[in-house]
Structure formats: structure tokens, C-alpha cells
């Protein structure tokens, strides 16, 4: 950049392909509409004109007082309610945000974001449509924020002058290679690889079908459980998040406690499996699943264990199973997953009739749910966090994210057959079917949840923003009494993976029960650390007796077919080209 003119191309160029990259997919995935937010809030306006003047004039006194207050003071904005704000704003500490002109950007900036807030609270919708109003506005109010341009991020500018323009070059790299990817990057992609430094637990592929890789793990111990585990993960994310690094591998701290575990590892769906079923996924995947391990193993019965929609599609399995009078788990485990889909939290403004028509039509002749629309689907839900704080750190200021394997894993989304995702969205988000007795058939059979009758462990996170906790204690009901419900701190991912040996937050227990979740949790206890080891005492009651650990893997009709992790957890989606086109 030796010229301002090549510094204006350059940001222009800059600009441009920010929209690219995070505005426009941010804005496609949460579904906002700036008409149709405008349209709402003019009926809030037309319903109560008195209180809208009164937002009207206080938004423009305090910008009035702002900018004149500004100018009368040499340049420095008076103290005031978005001064306090601003104090408070991590996005405004730097200390270049205290600069005059900047300071007052900052701020009225926080004047038009409460502005907008207030007329949304004043809207007169209908519960679900102001929730929506509400989520939209956000997502607007989050994207205009000056911090997340760089004509207006003094942090930005400060950085491209000390660096002679250096900053703003690896940040046009930075967003490039991103353009390339799909998504805004969160951590430092060559930091890890899959078989590399994450999911190298010793193991092999036992069995394979066009859903789903089992995985075999090498016994840790002389002595293992007489029954397996088989761990069924999410299947919008890829298995390893079971099975990081050494340090916080589940996997791995379930084969240290004496259990042989077994791992679905789904396969990341290509285009000619778009027409792939719910049914498809519990009889070709969970059923088939639980009959290799038992076959492989010569069990009665094997422990099962599933993780968030994992969970959902275990239970719609066993289910299944016990209407065909068959019991072959012991045990089950259920970690962040829902059953009752009453309350499903910041991810219900996406859902309403016309959305399920919609992705039925979508999907009517089959076609896939991408991977990358659902991982900005759930970024778009703590946007600030996970997307504009990435934006102004990767492209503003041209830095490499720090590692982290949480969020490589979480960036490596898989595609899901839009068949299967349209029924999931109806019959779970939108109907709530799964929680009435009867009410689904699945695989030729009517489907009850109270029916399938295992001690069951039940784990939510108190943070969780996908999983709502009292959502996961209301589902934790529809299995009977034989239950131990655990809360741990934290949300989603990190408050599963808390490995023992970190010592790390807390979980709360209670051996009473009650109907209002508040109740349980007002009379529960707090326990420091892992709910890890926890679950380990209680799993091992389920356990049987011990047996001398094998060295081979597989039995019976299974042999190895590959080491650990195996093929299907390696396919990424790719993208090609700036429209977006994918493939697995």
C-alpha cells in the first residue's frame, strides 16, 4: 500500500469480501429480514403511537445530547447512560475506543442498539413472532456495531499504521482463505489433525455400512467390564469430540475405568443419500450398531450411551426395539440430549410451520442439509461471541486464532440427508411428537419412550443454549423412575468434556425429585469438579462381572477393516467456488 488510493482500494476489496464471508451467511442463516423487522415493529408502532413518541424522542435527546455535548466539551462525550454501557462493552475497552471521536461512536452506537431494543419490547406480536422479532433485531444490532468494521475499529486502524499495512494483508489473507472455507475460522486449522493429535485412541473399524463406521477401542486395562459400551455422538459433528486429545478423551477415561468401547462414527453424507430417513438412521444405524457390539462381544446385554441428537435417535432405538419385545441394554446414558421438546431455547425462533414446509419442499425429492448452513445456524445464536469476535481478530487485525480443539471440531460439520432432517425438525421441534406414547411410528412400530424401562443416567449442562437444562430434566421424566439426574456447570460441549484429572467446575446431584426443576436444583447439592468419575461408579453397577480384557478386535462376523479413526470422520466438506456449492 504505497499510495491512499491503494489504502481505499484496499479497504474497498476488504469490505467487500467481509460481506461475503460473515455478513451475508450470518444474515441467510438466522433468517433475518430487515423488511419484514420493520414491518413488525410499524405494528408495534400502529398499536401504541404514545409509547412509540415517547422511544422516539428519548433515542433522539440522548443522541442529540451525545453529539452536542461532544462538540460543547472539545471533543469528549458527556457521561451517560451509553457511557456506562460502553464501560461495560468488552467490544469498547481498549483503550483506543476512549479516544473523543471514537468514544462517541461507540456510543451512540449503544443509543441506537437500545432504541431498537425498546421498540421491539413494545411490539405488539403474538409470543412466538416477538421472540423471532427479538432474535433478528439482535442479530442486526450485533452486525452493526463499529468494532466489527474497519473504518470504524480504532483498534484496527492503529494496528494497519503501526504495521505499515501489514495487518491489513494477513487479514485479506486470513479472509480469503476463509472465503474459501465457508466459515469464519475459530482457532488455528493447522494445529490439528484428525489421527494427527485428535481421535488417535488405540482401535480399529469393526464394521461399516453406508450410514456409519464402528469403532473398536483396544482395551486399557488387564480386566474389562462383562458388558460393552456403545457410544452413539451427534451426527451433525464428527465422533472425536468423545475423543479429543489424550488429556480430554472420554473414550480414552471410559477404557481406563475397565470398559470396552465401541463408537459410531457417522458418515458425512454425500448427495446420493440425501433421500435417507429418520428410520434409515435407527435401523441402519443405532440398531445395527447395537447388534454388531453384542455379536462381537457375546454380551446379554451392552451399556449405551448417547450425546445430544445421539441421544435423541438411542432412545427412538430402543424404543423401537421394546415394541418389538427385545431389551438389549442394561444401561443408558443420556448426555445433553432431548426427548421432550417443549422448550428448545434460543434455536426455537427458527422453527415454525412455515419453516418445516419449507425445508419439506426443499428436501421432497431428497438433497442434503449442509453441514456449514447448521454450524452458522448455531454460531448465529451467540453471534458477538462466535463469529464478530473472529471477524475483528482474524480480519481487522490480521492474528491467527489460538488453538483450541473444541472449536476445530466444532468447525468440522457433516452433511445430514434433508429426508431425515425435515421429519427431525416437525416431529421434534415443531410437534413435539416423541414425548406422547404412541404417537410415532418409527420402523413399523408405535414408539413410547416410558416403555423402554433402563436405569438411566441423564446429564445437562446449565449453560447450554441448545439443550436447555430444565428441557433435559423435563425429557429425563419420560423414562421412568429409575433415573439419576446430574447438572453440571457450563454449556453444551465444555460442560461434557471436563476431564477428571483438570479438576475443573462442578455438578449438582439430588436424590429426591420433583416436578419444577427450580425445586430440584434449590435443594441440590454442589460438588466440585468432574461429573465424570461420578458417572463412572454409577455405570459400573451395569457393568457385570469382569472379564480378562482381548487383545484381538472384532468377533464373530466383524474383523478389522482399518485402524482407528477410520475413513468416514476424515471426509470434510469442501467448499467450491464464492456461490457456495459443497461437496462431501
Known amino acids: ?104 461512536l461507540a456510543q451512540s452506537y449503544l443509543l441506537t442498539a437500545r432504541w431498537i431494543n425498546q421498540l421491539v419490547d413494545h411490539a405488539s406480536l403474538e409470543a412466538h413472532a416477538k421472540k423471532k422479532l427479538a432474535f433478528f433485531a439482535q442479530q442486526m444490532v450485533d452486525a452493526m456495531s463499529p468494532a466489527n468494521y474497519a473504518w470504524s475499529n480504532p483498534e484496527a486502524l492503529k494496528l494497519a499504521a503501526q504495521t505499515q499495512g501489514e495487518s491489513v494483508v494477513r487479514g485479506m ?10 466459515l469464519v475460522s475459530m482457532t488455528d486449522d493447522s494445529a490439528f489433525e484428525v489421527g494427527g493429535n485428535l481421535a488417535i485412541t488405540p482401535g480399529a473399524v469393526v464394521f461399516e455400512n453406508d450410514f456409519f463406521q464402528l469403532i473398536q477401542y483396544r482395551p486399557a486395562t488387564a480386566t474389562v467390564y462383562q458388558r460393552p459400551l456403545l ?26 475405568e ?12 454425500p448427495e446420493d443419500m440425501g433421500r435417507a430417513t429418520w428410520d434409515d438412521y435407527i435401523e441402519q444405524g443405532v440398531i445395527t450398531a447395537i447388534d454388531a457390539v453384542t455379536e462381537i462381544c457375546g454380551a446379554d446385554q451392552i451399556n449405551v450411551l448417547g450425546f445430544c441428537v445421539g441421544g435423541t435417535l438411542l432412545a427412538s432405538a430402543l424404543a423401537v426395539l421394546r415394541a418389538k419385545g427385545r431389551r438389549p441394554a442394561a444401561s443408558l446414558t443420556l448426555l445433553a440430549t432431548m426427548l421432550d421438546f417443549s422448550d428448545t431455547g434460543q434455536l426455537s425462533v427458527f422453527i415454525d410451520e412455515a419453516y418445516a414446509q419449507l425445508r419439506e419442499h426443499d428436501f421432497a425429492q431428497g438433497g442434503l442439509v449442509r453441514g456449514r448452513e447448521l454450524a452458522l445456524t448455531f454460531a448465529s445464536l451467540r453471534a458477538n461471541e462466535l463469529i464478530w469476535h473472529y471477524v475483528v481478530n482474524n480480519y481487522l487485525k490480521g492474528n491467527t486464532p489460538e488453538p483450541f480443539d473444541l472449536l476445530y471440531w466444532n468447525g468440522d460439520g457433516s452433511n445430514l440427508p434433508g429426508a431425515m432432517y425435515a421429519y427431525y425438525v416437525r416431529n421434534m421441534y415443531l410437534e413435539n411428537n416423541l414425548r406422547t406414547p404412541g404417537k410415532l411410528r418409527m420402523c413399523g412400530v ?19 443454549h441448545i439443550v436447555p437444562w430444565k428441557t433435559a430434566y423435563s425429557s429425563m421424566r419420560l423414562l421412568g423412575d429409575r433415573m439419576e439426574f446430574v447438572l453440571t456447570a457450563s454449556g453444551h460441549i465444555a460442560g461434557v468434556i471436563n476431564p477428571v484429572s483438570r479438576n475443573r467446575r462442578n455438578y449438582w446431584l439430588n436424590s429426591g425429585s420433583a416436578d419444577d426443576p427450580e425445586q430440584w436444583l434449590a435443594s441440590a447439592e454442589s460438588h466440585p469438579g468432574s ?17 480378562d480384557a482381548r487383545t484381538a478386535l472384532g468377533g464373530g462376523r466383524h474383523a478389522e477393516i482399518e485402524p482407528a479413526p477410520g475413513r468416514y470422520v476424515s471426509v470434510r466438506e469442501k467448499r467450491a467456488g464464492a456461490a457456495g456449492r459443497s461437496e462431501a
Open 446 to 464: 408405535p414408539v413410547d419412550l416410558g416403555r423402554i424401562e433402563l436405569p438411566s443416567y441423564v446429564l445437562a449442562a446449565r449453560e447450554d
Open 531 to 547: 461429573w465424570w468419575a461420578h458417572w463412572s461408579k454409577w455405570l459400573a453397577q451395569h457393568g457385570g462381572s469382569r472379564l
Open 173 to 182: 489473507k486470513n479472509l480469503n482463505r476463509d472465503l474459501d472455507k465457508g
Open 231 to 256: 457410544m452413539v455422538p451427534p451426527c451433525i459433528n464428527k465422533y472425536y469430540i468423545l475423543d479429543l486429545q489424550p488429556q480430554n478423551s472420554y473414550v480414552r477415561y471410559a477404557l481406563g
Open 1 to 104: 500500500m504505497n499510495t491512499p488510493n491503494d489504502a481505499f482500494e484496499a479497504l474497498a476489496e476488504f469490505n467487500r469480501k467481509l460481506a461475503e464471508q460473515a455478513v451475508g451467511p450470518l444474515l441467510q442463516a438466522s433468517g433475518l429480514d430487515a423488511a419484514e423487522i420493520f414491518k413488525s415493529l410499524a405494528a408495534g408502532v400502529a398499536h401504541d403511537t404514545e409509547r412509540w413518541q415517547e422511544i422516539q424522542n428519548d433515542y433522539y435527546r440522548g443522541q442529540l445530547e451525545l453529539w452536542s455535548g461532544t462538540a460543547a466539551a472539545g471533543g469528549n462525550p458527556a457521561v451517560n447512560a451509553a457511557a456506562d454501557a460502553a464501560q461495560s462493552d468488552r467490544r469498547f475497552k481498549a483503550p483506543e475506543w476512549q479516544e473523543p471521536y471514537f468514544k462517541t
Open 258 to 269: 475397565g470398559h470396552t468401547v465401541f463408537m459410531m462414527s457417522w458418515r458425512n453424507m
